[in-house]
């Protein structure tokens, strides 16, 4: 049960591909929202996670929130907002403002990154952390949410999960390495009544530099996410994942999901 937690806590912002909530008023009513169960050890139900994704023109809005549920929230009471804007091009993602809220057991921190069109970017956490990143550890990287939606739109634009991206969400600093796991068909398991064909993507984490101690180590390390196409448009969406975590594994499944004229519901 705690590997759910501790994994959501540090990581879902930015796991399953690219996941939103929360539209930016300007752009237009193009949106994909889902819902996400996430179970942990002996099938223990611990998060459930909503998302939506925004796109209008050239932008884009991705907003994510979790908390803990069930039992699970008896131990560790999580909820987190996080939210990101930016800009769209045929080939490119680039992010603008990036904000992460949580509290956990009653303490709040909020996370910040405002990018510059030079590559460079400000960001920070609330409370301070005891040893902040140099500058030069975060030029050149995206949120976490960014970097999982540019993987959704590689995918439906090539097939191919190859992807290398430098993050920091104004607390941790690393990179996510994408590669391909080949197609499957997955069959309905868990309570999930969704089969079909999936493109599988491994995932891998590697910390680069933090401010914030042994927290860092409470993400995902590695996993596997299964993307199909769901919706039309230029994303793939994830249906199933199984990650790896400091103290142990966590599935979640796409329960539901709304938007671009399909309504699937697949989990109570």
Not at 164 to 186: E, I, M, S, W
Request: glycine content about 12%; proline content about 5%; charged content about 20%.
């Amino acid at each position: 049960m705690l590997c759910g937690l501790r994994f959501f806590r540090g990581v879902i912002g930015a796991v399953l591909p690219a996941l939103g909530l929360a539209a930016g008023p300007a752009l237009a009513a193009d949106t994909i929202a889902l819902r996400f169960e996430v179970f942990g050890l002996a099938g223990l139900h611990v998060l459930t996670l909503k998302s939506n994704i925004d796109e209008g023109g050239n932008r884009y809005a991705i907003a994510v929130d979790y908390a803990t549920t069930g039992v699970a929230g008896m131990f560790v009471d999580v909820k987190t907002r996080a939210q990101v804007r930016g800009r769209l091009s045929p080939t490119a993602t680039q992010p603008e403002a990036f904000r992460k809220d949580t509290r956990r057991n009653g303490v709040d921190r909020h996370n910040k990154v405002d990018y510059r069109p030079d590559g460079t970017l400000e960001g920070g956490s609330t409370p301070p952390l005891p040893e902040p990143l140099a500058a030069a550890a975060t030029r050149g990287t995206v949120d976490n949410l960014t970097a999982y939606f540019m993987l959704e739109r590689q995918l439906a634009r090539t097939g191919r999960c190859g992807l290398a991206v430098p993050v920091y969400d104004g607390q941790y600093r690393y990179d996510l390495y994408f590669t391909d796991a080949g197609t499957k068909t997955l069959p309905s398991t868990g309570g999930q009544k969704f089969e079909g064909a999936t493109t599988a993507c491994r995932m891998m984490r590697r910390n680069v530099a933090s401010g914030s101690g042994s927290e860092q180590d409470e993400g995902a390390r590695q996993g596997t996410i299964w993307y199909a196409k769901l919706t039309p448009g230029d994303l793939m969406v994830p249906v199933r994942m199984e990650l790896e975590t400091q103290i142990g594994g966590v599935t979640a499944y796409l329960a539901e999901l709304h938007g671009r004229g399909v309504d699937l519901k697949l989990m109570e």
